[in-house]
């Protein structure tokens, strides 16, 4: 049965509402500040190591000793969404402007609020590159310029093909509107100029704990993946998280059990094709194109029902 558990550092105060029925453990793990990385495919043994230390580490968060005014919130929830209500307090936290770790259907991701620029800094600072969790096409629309639509004139209808792969495990890659923060297109280090107004991915995960969190919070959250800083791995087992994270400020954990090192797959929507640009969990559709095919031989058109099909 799943559990809330606090341990850690410092916490947003609005923890004083939780539940009585609250477990406060507690979990002090010194571990080095983060280095910066950016091999993004893991070997997956080495994940799967990791993943087994799982059942020796829960022998450590004995009897509860943390207050609510000072942990990281730990919530262990049912992955298939039987017991949403437990998120209560994460989505509080993350109203105000809190950053944590949260379950996809790929690999885990830190999340913040789209719109705290303070939590968008503190998740620049832990991770890139960033993209935008959204819980409906509306949202993508929102924060991007959306996808290419037909015009009536045997032109393809991209649009109608991406709606039929979301929910999924894919990040397409839309340029920005001027409704996304510019912290979200930036690049370099926070000291760093603005960049002018880029391109973001977006993703609408197909996972329950997932979307529970962005309809509850009803707004789309800002999210990096969550690799190992040292190893530039692909982290699955929240316990394991916890302990390398916990120390760098995370707010709160969202454990839905550990999951399979395979990332979402990167379809590039700003050419003139739909182009991979990293092949993961989601299979290569008919209608996208690999980064090794012929492109002078591609035409969308062919590939993708015209709207007047």
């Given at each position: 049965?799943?559990?809330?558990k606090?341990?850690?550092?410092?916490?947003?105060?609005?923890?004083?509402?939780?539940?009585?029925?609250?477990t406060l453990?507690?979990?002090?793990?010194?571990?080095?500040?983060?280095?910066s990385?950016?091999?993004?495919k893991?070997?997956?043994?080495?994940v799967?190591?990791?993943?087994?230390?799982?059942?020796?580490k829960?022998?450590?968060?004995?009897?509860?000793?943390f207050?609510?005014?000072?942990g990281?919130?730990?919530?262990?929830?049912d992955?298939?969404?039987?017991?949403?209500?437990?998120?209560?307090?994460?989505?509080?936290?993350?109203?105000?402007?809190?950053?944590?770790?949260i379950?996809?259907d790929?690999?885990?991701?830190?999340?913040?609020?789209?719109?705290?620029n303070?939590?968008?800094?503190?998740?620049?600072?832990?991770?890139?590159?960033l993209?935008?969790?959204?819980?409906?096409?509306?949202?993508?629309?929102?924060?991007?310029?959306?996808?290419?639509?037909?015009?009536?004139?045997?032109?393809?209808?991209?649009?109608r093909?991406?709606?039929?792969?979301?929910?999924?495990?894919y990040?397409?890659?839309?340029?920005?509107?001027?409704?996304?923060?510019k912290?979200?297109?930036?690049?370099?280090?926070?000291t760093?100029?603005?960049?002018?107004?880029?391109?973001?991915?977006v993703?609408?995960?197909?996972?329950?704990?997932?979307?529970?969190?962005?309809?509850?919070?009803?707004?789309?959250?800002i999210?990096?993946?969550?690799?190992?800083?040292k190893?530039?791995?692909?982290?699955?087992?929240?316990?394991?998280?916890?302990?390398?994270y916990?120390?760098?400020?995370?707010?709160?954990?969202?454990?839905?059990?550990?999951?399979?090192?395979?990332?979402?797959?990167?379809?590039?929507?700003?050419?003139?094709?739909?182009?991979?640009?990293?092949?993961?969990?989601?299979?290569?559709?008919?209608w996208?194109?690999?980064?090794?095919?012929?492109?002078?031989?591609?035409?969308?058109?062919?590939l993708?029902?015209?709207?007047?099909s």
């Amino acid at each position: 049965m799943a559990e809330t558990k606090i341990y850690g550092h410092k916490l947003a105060p609005s923890l004083s509402s939780l539940p009585s029925s609250t477990t406060l453990r507690r979990h002090v793990a010194p571990f080095p500040s983060l280095v910066s990385f950016n091999t993004p495919k893991p070997p997956r043994l080495r994940v799967l190591s990791m993943a087994i230390k799982r059942s020796p580490k829960r022998l450590k968060y004995s009897a509860p000793r943390f207050t609510k005014e000072g942990g990281m919130l730990y919530v262990e929830a049912d992955e298939l969404g039987a017991d949403t209500w437990k998120l209560e307090p994460v989505i509080e936290l993350l109203k105000q402007g809190a950053v944590g770790v949260i379950p996809t259907d790929t690999v885990y991701a830190i999340v913040c609020d789209l719109k705290s620029n303070s939590a968008i800094e503190r998740l620049r600072d832990i991770g890139s590159p960033l993209s935008i969790l959204c819980c409906s096409l509306r949202d993508m629309d929102t924060y991007t310029t959306g996808f290419p639509s037909g015009d009536g004139q045997g032109h393809a209808d991209i649009f109608r093909a991406v709606k039929h792969c979301l929910p999924g495990p894919y990040t397409f890659i839309l340029t920005a509107s001027k409704e996304l923060p510019k912290q979200c297109v930036r690049y370099g280090t926070k000291t760093a100029k603005y960049a002018s107004r880029k391109n973001v991915g977006v993703r609408m995960p197909d996972d329950a704990i997932c979307q529970a969190i962005l309809e509850k919070i009803n707004a789309p959250l800002i999210s990096t993946s969550v690799r190992s800083p040292k190893e530039n791995e692909w982290m699955v087992d929240p316990v394991v998280i916890a302990d390398i994270y916990g120390p760098e400020g995370l707010d709160f954990i969202v454990d839905g059990g550990v999951r399979v090192a395979d990332p979402s797959t990167v379809v590039d929507m700003t050419g003139s094709y739909p182009k991979i640009t990293r092949l993961g969990k989601g299979p290569k559709l008919h209608w996208m194109v690999a980064e090794d095919d012929d492109e002078s031989a591609f035409h969308v058109e062919d590939l993708i029902p015209s709207a007047t099909s």
